[in-house]
């Protein structure tokens, strides 16, 4: 034993067995899983303009610094908390504190709450970039954001939409089954992109018929940080899976079907 494990709690099996922790870790996965829900379907109000009370173009008239510098921070602070969470490293650490069961759920919570924050005080920066005057092509573009929404769900769904939402891991945990390690799968997009979530992400974003200055800092640094996402991801899923994802990766490319280095 190290010196740290005598300070450290751990959550261990006497507590986490329990039948009525394993109730109160799937309620706690569920309302996880709603919070994340909402939070997708305000997101796609967010970035379209269309329903929600407060719009990427809506919100506190602030100086365009300003708004650059907090607007910027949001992003920061969702791209830390996103990546830290899902690195191998910290979930051994953070794993001692929280319960192996609801790690996911807790960090599908997380994301959600910085989202949320990132909604709520994001600035506006009304200067149009472009604008497009055709009705058709207009549609058009509202229809690909939407069409990039769509990849995004049903991406999820192909990969694991409820092991990727912590929904299995409190369900299993919660009928006393084993969730088992991840598997390596390549389903259908998957043969054609390695990323089909976030390709549905960077449509969605791009597609806009105006776009204005605070859509396009959106847009710009949320694909920057997808590049930086999939580095990050891809050094795992190598870790993970050998020369089956290395392969994978001579096989599809990342994110433009017709194109095998990107
Ligand atoms: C938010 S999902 C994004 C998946 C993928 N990058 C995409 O854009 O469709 C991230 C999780 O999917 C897992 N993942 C990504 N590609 C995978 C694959 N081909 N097979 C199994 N798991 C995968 C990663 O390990 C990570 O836990």
């Known amino acids: 034993m190290t010196q740290l494990d005598h300070q450290v709690h ?34 796609i109000g967010f970035v379209t303009g269309l329903v929600v009370p407060k719009t990427i173009d809506t919100g506190t008239d602030t100086p365009t610094v300003e708004a650059v510098i907090i607007n910027l921070l949001l992003m920061t602070l969702f791209a830390v908390q996103h990546s830290v969470m899902a690195r191998q490293q910290f979930k051994a650490w953070w794993t001692q504190f929280v319960p192996k069961p609801v790690e996911r759920s807790t960090y599908v919570l997380f994301a959600s709450l ?7 005080q994001w ?11 055709n009705p058709d092509l207009a549609v058009t573009l ?19 939409h409820f092991e990727l939402f912590g929904l299995h891991q409190v369900t299993n945990h919660l009928i006393g089954k084993e969730t088992p390690p991840p598997r390596f799968k390549t389903p259908l997009l998957y043969n ?22 605070g859509h396009l800092l959106f847009a710009a640094v949320t694909t920057l940080y997808i590049f930086v996402g999939i580095a990050l991801e891809e050094h795992d899923l190598v870790a993970l899976f050998g020369d089956e994802y290395r392969q994978y990766k001579q096989r599809v490319s990342m994110l433009i079907p017709w194109r095998r280095s990107l």
């Not at 690909?144 to 999820?156: D, E, R």
């Not at 054609?192 to 200055?213: D, E, K, N, Q």
């Open 114 to 120: 910085a989202l949320l924050l990132l909604f709520w």
């Open 142 to 160: 509202v229809t690909l954001s939407f069409a990039g929404w769509v990849l995004v769900f049903t991406s999820t769904y192909l990969i694991n």
């Open 123 to 133: 600035r506006p920066l009304p200067a149009v970039i472009w604008n497009v005057e």
């Open 10 to 43: 751990y959550v261990g099996p006497e507590i986490t067995g329990s039948r009525i922790f394993k109730l109160i870790a799937f309620l706690y996965g569920i309302s996880a899983y709603l919070v994340f829900f909402v939070t997708v379907l305000y997101a």
């Open 192 to 213: 054609f992109v390695r990323h089909p979530i976030y390709l549905g992400f960077i449509i969605a974003f791009w597609a806009a018929p105006t776009m204005t200055a």
